[in-house]
């Protein structure tokens, strides 16, 4: 694997993370601990 696909790999990672965790908000933070 490449630099760049890493990069790429970890990015979308933690675009995913971030999405999960606003969903987790607005569902009420018991659902995922902080």
Do not use: N
């Not at 970890?10 to 018991?30: M, N, P, T």
Request: net charge positive; aromatic share 20%; no cysteine.
């Amino acid at each position: 694997m490449t630099k760049a696909q890493y990069l790429l790999q970890q990015k979308s990672y933690y675009f995913w993370v971030d999405e999960r965790r606003i969903l987790a908000y607005d569902a009420g933070s018991w659902i995922l601990p902080r």
